[in-house]
């Protein structure tokens, strides 16, 4: 990757960050994440993919409902908007760099401030992309996806293509549009709907299937405008079952995809998964990505986690190698990604306040991500995992069960197969043996 120049805004990394390997106490360094190391035939960078996102990392300012900013950003210090926006492009393609990171993804408001109506912001925001398109080419870093603010405006109180009111649905279209255009500049490879607040606070003032059909409207005109412009990029749906709403409608995998199969969309869209969204859904990453892949429609990965006991979104940096592990059997288990990546969308805690922090953040979460790729790795290539699996399910793929599965077997026939074989021979089901495998690899 071509070295960027500009060094302003992150003196405490003056190249990039290097890998040192395990034995290293330089915090500043990789302990395992080597971008050239072979793991299963790919290197680290292709299997990982690794995306730093612009609006927690750039935006962030350590505000939370109680309390104000903590964050003073050098990038942040010009009076005028758009140079504010210009210097954190600076900021963002310096960090990415000093990373080593090849992808970002934005939200058009991140990276340009709303003008005075509709079309100056839409001038805002092509002035910025155009800026943002000199650096890719400086750099050689690249778009995983765009994705529009359809949640921070209070017009978007009552949500976005959600909205009772059809001039609000026209708004979130229009910026859409502008948001697709940015992306599609931007030779990004994916774009991205995450519902905010597409879903409700009470339902004493709902039309819940009215709202879910006016979302699918929009993905559908979503779905022609790529067509029309030749975007040829993926889209996904980011699936979280709430807040800032009580019940947002793409609630979890499962729930997407009923809305995806009942609107006709799922030809259209694939999902990016969130660990933190996963558990506010009551569910692991792990079941997440597993009804997705199982379904063929897993994309991408919003990688990070929350905290067992606040019970928010979070946004914490993945650190637990257990979840990291997870994720990459999922993500090796179909084959690798194709248009998605790991996209750290996750936040430095409110008193982690210098530049360094974000640096210590993406490191740590990188180095979990390349053990978790290595372990599971291993484990597929042990084998011993998937054999009792296979083992489990073996009664399936032969004789009477072979028979049910391609519905040549009736009750009938069941009651028949029961009075001939009578009681079933239970069998273990090796929890504990199976937790224990997996530790010999983690441990
Ligand atoms: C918020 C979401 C958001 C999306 C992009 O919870 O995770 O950050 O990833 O709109
Ligand atoms: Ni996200
Ligand atoms: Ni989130």
Redesign the pocket.
């Known amino acids: 990757m071509p070295s960027y120049k500009a060094m302003a805004y992150f003196p405490e990394v003056s190249g990039t960050v290097a890998y040192e390997g395990p034995t290293s106490k330089n915090p500043l360094a990789f302990k395992h994440y080597d971008p050239n190391k072979v793991v299963g035939g790919k290197t680290m960078r292709e299997h990982l993919r690794f995306t730093v ?1 612009y ?2 990392t750039f935006k962030a300012t350590g505000s939370d409902p109680f309390g104000l900013p903590t964050m003073v950003r050098g990038w942040d210090a010009a009076s005028d908007p758009i140079e504010r926006a210009k210097n954190t492009m600076d900021a963002a393609f310096e960090f990415f760099t000093k990373l080593g990171v090849e992808y970002w993804c934005f ?1 058009d408001r991140d990276i340009a401030p709303e003008g005075t109506d509709f079309a100056d912001s839409c001038k805002i925001l092509q002035e910025v992309v155009d800026y943002a398109e000199v650096k890719q080419k400086e750099t050689g870093v690249k778009l995983l996806w765009g ?1 529009a ?1 359809l949640f921070s405006h209070p017009r978007y109180q009552a949500g976005a293509s959600t909205n009772p009111d059809p001039n609000v649905f026209a708004y979130a279209a229009a910026q859409v549009k502008h948001a697709m255009d940015a992306t599609h500049k931007l030779g990004g490879i994916g774009y ?1 709907f ?1 519902g ?1 607040r597409e879903g409700y606070d009470t339902l004493w003032n709902t039309r819940m299937q009215h709202e879910r059909a006016q979302f699918a409207r929009l993905l559908h005109m979503a779905v022609n405008y790529k067509k029309e412009i030749g975007f040829t990029g993926q889209f996904y749906i ?1 699936p ?1 079952p709430m ?1 800032p709403t009580k019940h947002q409608y793409d609630s979890d995998t499962e729930a997407c995809l009923n809305f995806l199969r009942e609107f006709d969309l799922m030809d259209h869209l694939k999902l ?1 998964l ?1 660990t ?2 996963a558990t506010l859904a009551g569910h692991t990453m792990q079941h997440e990505l597993r009804a997705a892949r199982e379904a063929g429609i897993l994309g991408s990965v ?1 990688a990070n986690t929350g905290d067992e006991l606040i019970g928010w ?1 979070t ?1 914490q940096f993945p650190t637990n190698v257990y979840l990291t592990t997870q994720i990459m059997l999922e993500i090796l288990a179909m084959g690798g990604f194709t248009t998605g990546g790991l ?1 750290f ?1 996750a936040k430095v805690r409110r008193q982690s306040i210098d530049t360094e922090d974000l640096f210590y953040a993406h490191i740590g979460g990188m180095d979990a991500f390349a053990r978790g790729l290595e372990i599971a790795q291993a484990i597929i290539d042990d084998g011993r995992l998937e054999a009792v699996v296979e083992e489990r399910y073996s009664g399936w793929s032969h004789g009477f069960g072979e028979k049910v599965m391609s519905g040549h077997r009736t009750f009938a026939d069941c009651e028949d197969h029961v009075l001939r074989h009578g009681e079933p021979v239970r069998k273990s089901g090796r929890q504990e043996r199976l937790e224990n495998l997996i530790n010999e690899f983690i441990l």
Do not use: L
């Open positions: 996102c609006w927690h939200h994705t603010n991205t995450w905010g980011e979280k807040e990016n969130e933190n969204h919003d979104d946004d996209n969308d």
